[in-house]
């Protein structure tokens, strides 16, 4: 099926192979940041939508053999983000799967890099802060339709984790992420998103985990998340539970980990599972120690 993108098509039927005197032209935001990959891009694209250029890629599948995926693959299904139609970025997804090298993800190989480029528009006034928004917005939908698909139900007696963005917070695309690693490594994840801290403490009293993952990107809310975690360890239920902390908040400024009463901060999803391994068993241990 042919991937209308666009209101109006070229009347020349583009080549499968880029001609160099061709240019990209999706509308008239599509400007892109000055930087090594952008002239390429813009050197060797095709008179197309970007879906299209995608569709035409997975039309080269019978005649040549797939070459890795690369920046210009990710600019153009960047591009399909922010386009009319859902379904284009889905299409789009299945195309660059097949693409896919030996023990790559379509998260790490494909969804990570485009959410990278989506920031670097918005911050070079590229995208606007709709652009953005409906970019995000699909890629966390395509995030959680990858983690439905790819479920695996936790081992029997696993270890439990509770995933929700720190109280007051709403960048939460990065804990698909993290729920993504845990579940890769046997956990229980009960990853909540838009949670307050009543809904987060009824879930702590009512279920027991054996950690709290939370994420934080804005400063002004250290304080806030310091007396969440301050109420947690106040009651009986939940006074052992480990917490885990990440995000841009702790990134320059680790020392704050500290300070909101975490046991442990992590910088990136596979960091977090390992240090979790590490807590959890010398944590268990010390709890037999005291039970004798």
Known sequence: MTLMMCRRRSDRRPSLVPDQHQSWRWGRRARWPMSDTAHRIQAVGLDSRPADYLRQIGAQRPFAPLLPIDDMMIAAFTETLRAPGFWACESAVDILRDRLQR???IQDAVFAPAARLAGAYWSSDVWSFLDVTVAVSRLKRLLVQEVRQRHRPPNVGARSILLSAAPGETHDFGLHYVALAFERAGYAVDLRTGAD???LMAA???HRYDLVGLSLSAECLLDRLTLFIGNVRNKDKTRDVLFLVGGNAFVSRPEYAVGVGADFLAT???????????????HAGRE????R
């Open 103 to 105: 023990r790559q993800t």
């Open 197 to 199: 801290e009543a809904e």
């Open 204 to 206: 702590l009293v009512m």
């Open 268 to 282: 990136d999803p596979d960091t977090a599972v390992y240090l979790a391994q590490l807590r959890l068993g010398s």
């Open 288 to 291: 037999q120690a005291l039970a």
